[in-house]
């Protein structure tokens, strides 16, 4: 990869549909706008998240699929993946590792955007566990003789570029999302099976915090991320 | 499913390319010839499977892919789907009951064809593995409430009606092969990569297994099958 | 234990509410009646094993726990115990043989009756899980300072003095079950979420096989065993 | 549960007997004399720590309970319940989360107390293991599809209200426990076993500590937390 | 390797001390007086074996190693090695199968001997472990690309040529032991901590089943062994 | 151990080969010049490390363990010790913990430097589990009933004194390295398959690192460790 290649495709890597719209989804919108191709990558379709034990998680999979089709269309998302693991039990292991650099070394993202897993008191374990397995895969991907039998075709080793940690403390960079800040709220009310009925607060939470990190940049709404530059 | 649904939809798992060729390629042809639509599951590309560490294992990978479809091609296969775990070292976790468990509630197959994991003496570990963990996902495809994430979008519980196992000490069920032995062979030739340097010698131990297996039915060359009806 | 003590406490160890019925009813009922203490431990509650949806996975635990203790009940068991595993998910590990072995180190049975894992063609990989378990469990048990954690207050290791394996192929014991056997049978019809709708071909099937191990003794009805003797 | 219900369930997870007398004995002592009902869980009885190979793992654990109980007693404290795992070989498995899942969704506490395994340098492995899982459980408990097989005679799902972590970096919840300070160091040296030889010097580091928290509250004892309030 | 090299190099993989003296020590003199070079290999050092709480597991495994390396000794064993495993709790892991196969590429044995680990009812797991997972190393042990990190400084990929199974109900090899059968009992009883106080009933069994052994070759003394000799 | 004991035996625990270079070999050279005993223990051999994909695992890791051993060498240290884990790949497992722990037990090091595994954003996932278990496996090392077998032949419990952790965000400890600091350079360039080709820029990065920590000590070249000092 010539270092002078722009960074344009961009892989978010979500334990949950909506993890995107809560997280990052003003760079999202901006950056697809911007002509930057993106992809979802959703480990779990959040089967659990009814508080109604009429709904089969498999019908809230169903459901939830669709709301983050629709809010991932809204942001200019190209491609929607659900990897289908079951909500609420995430572990890192190799073989999701595995199956999450494959993936990587096949969609060649230049850019991640996932979880920060070492924000104190992430307390969702799959959220912890997204983030984390998301950049293990990037270090992984990167090697001939890691998953070696993945390098199948024309599949070669893939050096992510970027990666940009969203629910973080620790963060040193910041996106100006003033411009697509009303759409990035529309976008997260596609998720209607998890923020109807408390939307309004829901909203107010986010427009504080892009208020906030707005602040570094002077302007708006921001969002603001940690951003790690592999060498 | 109706009693009398006709069990036509077929799929078979093997842990390595040219498992089905080497234990049930002759009743794979027979039966798509006889309107059977037949899918393989390989759970590994074989990439471990070559003398010359000048190969690496994608590159193996990449011709063993090749050499099954061009076998698969040969007895009427329908599909063949690579899920790429690396080759020696399959385990029977959970992780992969829950994927074949979400292939066959996908595929809906009447019939599984897989390796006998009980035979005595079955040596290569990921022979067991791919057997066994075919079996368990048998069972946990059938009902709503293992891994109920999956049945989104109409995908509903599915009960596979019979497994034929090969490679079986335990046979009760053979099925005449004659018409399509030699064709078998020749699919079982795609397989340059493993069969070359002594492929006479192979024939001819499967060409005698076969006359063997056709004494029960008094026929020139049969397969020879535990057959499991779940009830 | 002194080597004249009387074998008169008996745990039975299942996978599945109902496993006890299926398999060793006859026997259990005898030796009840015949002054033995039994115990039924259940490492699930089959809380899968439902056909509709509508159905939880806990209701339905809820009524075959019901379920069960009425069988046991009607059997003379004394006790059962529910660990609560989750149905259809049952795995070998050192966590549930510690369990196991602690409370054999509680109850101290001197016989403990449970599935045949070695039985080819044992298709419920809960119940291949439950036998190989149990038994290891046995194994554990024994030792000062295998789960040396568990010898508190009183508690210290168990020579367990016999295994009866069910669902056999290794038949080694019979047990005349002629006179319990229409009770027992009553016993098994507690168990209506699982019998009902196919009850009499249920019954059919115990009937005859009761009837060939019955020839062993030349008796009407008896169950067949692989006996342990623990030296 | 109505918003206004008072939260006057606690349990309180530890690792090791003593775990809750070094750590929160003060506020345990406080809220039981305000009638709060405070149930004590520990996952392990503390088998491996004494100097003397002579005292055997079980004998340990035996007098390490009694030590822990007569010190929840002194504090008031109702239950104390030991699980029973290995000391210093605790693992944050899905199987522990569920076992831990099941107390709290029988027990209903309001507040669940543990260690704070985020703190940097928390070196003792099983004291990260142990505020991981109790915080991984509280999330799996609220779900009726996460370990629904627990959901059995009444059992619902439950969502603790509030955690309190000790042994933080993050304190943003401090307690006046100045009222209970000498009977918390008394209750604490009910751990013969544990603080024998350096007791003074142990009740000195935790004096200091006290005194150091009691600035917060310009109190002369008090008791940091991180507080967590689970939406 | 070329196919007329002489098999002089011998690996005997046991799970605990004195499980070579109990299986195979007959066949292991004779082999070793014939000429062949002879390692141990044993997983645990049987730190769990002794009825009195008083000896601790270390303690044991000292006395236990010492008695197997005299025992070695007495039968012409050139080398003995310990991997100090935990016994009674072994487990088939990809670390343990990746442990012994750098020890295969290592010491290149031409013949493994070890346990039959698809006999029915061989309950003891360690022993079901040991054979498992020295067969499955065997396998690993070919192939460039499985724990191709072994492969370092002249270490290559090994072959295996056959392997020799002990405590099996699939015989088809004997082995004459007549000439040396005392001599190795001789060596049976340097495992004191094991056989005293009841020698010569183990002696009484032994003897026994070589004699029935011997039946096949038509000698007093024969060892059986189901032989497979790797392709 | 007496109080008073020179703490003058060290062990350096990394990942691969090259961490103690790049982490604190200024500290371990000073160090054996001062007349401490230093042995290395790196959980690979850093097989991965290639982009060029005709060099094998094997091939690579020998080449590195040359590097290493001609490095140490350079800085005075005694003994390296390779435990051949695959490069990429580690785990935090209890087999692992015990392995380090049979070898603390073994070579008794007063002080163990390894990687902070607590360090936000490190990335590597070797990096975080070499920290961490080697700190785990301290604290197992200090007890007779953790892993017990390992207690063989004289072999006791041992008690770490001192922990160095190096690759800190928590530094509280300098060591002035400026005499060293040239030389640790140069044992660093032993490395070439990691540094050669960007020698320098990598020089560069570690001269301004250590200025930053002399600053701590007003001296020119330091290393910082986070020290803990275990009761």
Request: aromatic residues 10%; proline residues 5%; contains cysteine.
């Given at each position: 990869?010539?270092?002078?290649?722009?960074?344009?495709?961009?892989?978010?890597?979500?334990?949950?549909?909506?993890?995107?719209?809560?997280?990052?989804?003003?760079?999202?919108?901006?950056?697809?706008?911007?002509?930057?191709?993106?992809a979802y990558l959703l480990l779990t379709s959040g089967d659990k998240?009814?508080?109604?034990?009429?709904?089969?998680?498999?019908?809230?999979?169903?459901?939830?699929?669709?709301?983050?089709?629709?809010?991932?269309?809204?942001?200019?998302?190209?491609?929607?993946?659900?990897?289908?693991?079951?909500?609420?039990?995430?572990?890192?292991?190799?073989?999701?590792?595995?199956?999450l650099c494959g993936l990587l070394r096949q969609h060649r993202p230049?850019?991640?955007?996932?979880?920060?897993?070492?924000?104190?008191?992430?307390?969702?374990?799959?959220?912890?566990?997204?983030?984390?397995?998301?950049?293990?895969?990037?270090?992984?991907?990167?090697?001939?003789?890691?998953?070696?039998?993945?390098?199948?075709?024309?599949?070669?080793?893939?050096?992510?570029?970027?990666?940009?940690?969203?629910?973080?403390?620790?963060?040193?960079?910041?996106?100006?999302?003033?411009?697509?800040?009303?759409?990035?709220?529309?976008?997260?009310?596609?998720h209607s099976s998890q923020v109807d009925g408390n939307f309004e607060?829901?909203?107010?939470?986010?427009?504080?915090?892009?208020?906030?990190?707005?602040?570094?940049?002077?302007?708006?709404?921001?969002?603001?991320?940690?951003?790690?530059?592999?060498?």
């Amino acid at each position: 990869m010539a270092e002078t290649e722009p960074l344009d495709r961009v892989m978010v890597v979500g334990a949950h549909p909506d993890d995107p719209e809560f997280g990052c989804a003003g760079t999202v919108m901006k950056w697809a706008q911007a002509g930057k191709s993106i992809a979802y990558l959703l480990l779990t379709s959040g089967d659990k998240g009814s508080p109604d034990p009429a709904v089969r998680p498999g019908q809230l999979a169903a459901l939830r699929e669709e709301e983050q089709r629709a809010a991932a269309k809204d942001l200019g998302v190209e491609q929607v993946i659900f990897l289908g693991y079951p909500d609420g039990l995430l572990e890192n292991t190799l073989d999701l590792r595995r199956r999450l650099c494959g993936l990587l070394r096949q969609h060649r993202p230049h850019i991640v955007m996932t979880i920060d897993p070492w924000r104190r008191y992430q307390l969702h374990p799959d959220h912890r566990v997204a983030g984390q397995v998301a950049l293990d895969a990037v270090y992984a991907a990167r090697e001939w003789y890691i998953f070696p039998e993945q390098l199948v075709g024309g599949v070669e080793p893939w050096r992510v570029r970027e990666a940009y940690l969203f629910w973080t403390e620790g963060a040193d960079y910041w996106e100006d999302v003033t411009c697509c800040f009303e759409a990035r709220i529309a976008a997260l009310a596609r998720h209607s099976s998890q923020v109807d009925g408390n939307f309004e607060e829901v909203v107010e939470r986010i427009r504080q915090r892009a208020r906030e990190a707005g602040e570094a940049l002077a302007c708006e709404y921001a969002e603001a991320f940690k951003r790690i530059r592999f060498r």
